[in-house]
């Protein structure tokens, strides 16, 4: 079935780097993204959303890519921080009601 | 705003038993959600809610039911729990599907 993935299951980065965590997805139909942290023992946190009409999208330091022709999605963090340091997901909204969540990335960030 | 609270935050059972747990949120969002997630994995859904008084079966509904008496509230049952239900559960809320989820802080559930 179609489904979201991402390319690598962990990430090590140096403090200061920029980091970028990529997504693949496979329904062309998906018209919504979002990218979530996940830090230890806790629920995830929303970091930024893109739609469909959109290539880009900035916020705080976060950088959302959205390549509809390859159906791909990154998350781009500038000046990485050791409170960076989480489970990164991204999921897409299909249409069907409810988000479809890929499996994850862990970001490790080394001082 | 409190956001998106769990009720318990850790509950271990044995095999067979019963439990329900319970979701709030006081962002007036029409949509919620309850997930499980396992070890190194991302979240699949268990059961959705579209509104007050509705409910529908998302990925993994087998073993698990759910209510929504209240806009506010949505409650996930266990009949009778086994093994393969231990987890951490999320359970999160949208004004609409097209939209950010806001996630609780989990509970974490053992069935021994």
């Known amino acids: 079935g179609e489904s979201v993935g991402l390319h690598l299951p962990t990430l090590s980065v140096q403090e200061g780097d920029n980091s970028i965590i990529n997504c693949a997805y496979s329904?062309?139909?998906?018209?919504?993204f979002i990218w979530y942290k996940q830090e230890s023992g806790k629920g995830p946190q929303f970091i930024i959303d893109?739609?469909?009409?959109?290539d880009k999208r900035q916020g705080q330091r976060v950088t959302v890519l959205l390549n509809k022709t390859v159906k791909h999605l990154s998350l781009q963090i500038a000046a990485t921080q050791p409170g960076d340091s989480a489970v990164y997901f991204c999921a897409e909204d299909t249409g069907r009601r409810a988000l479809t969540f890929g499996s994850g990335t862990r970001l490790q960030v080394q001082p | 705003n409190a956001g998106v609270t769990q009720t318990p935050k850790f509950r271990v059972l044995k095999t067979g038993q019963s439990m329900t747990l319970l979701c709030a949120q006081d962002?007036?969002?029409?949509?919620m959600y309850w997930y499980r997630q396992d070890p190194g994995m991302g979240l699949r859904l268990i059961h959705y809610s579209v509104g007050e008084g509705t409910t529908a079966k998302g990925e993994v509904p087998d073993g698990y039911n759910v209510s929504r008496l209240k806009k506010q509230n949505f409650l996930l049952g266990l009949e009778s729990a086994a093994p393969s239900q231990t987890s951490v559960y999320f359970c999160?809320?949208?004004?609409?599907?097209?939209?950010?989820?806001?996630f609780g802080p989990g509970t974490r559930l053992t069935v021994l």
């Open positions: 999160a809320s949208s004004y609409s599907t097209a939209d950010t989820q806001y």
């Open positions: 329904n062309s139909a998906s018209d919504y």
């Open positions: 962002m007036n969002h029409e949509y």
């Open positions: 893109i739609r469909s009409n959109m």
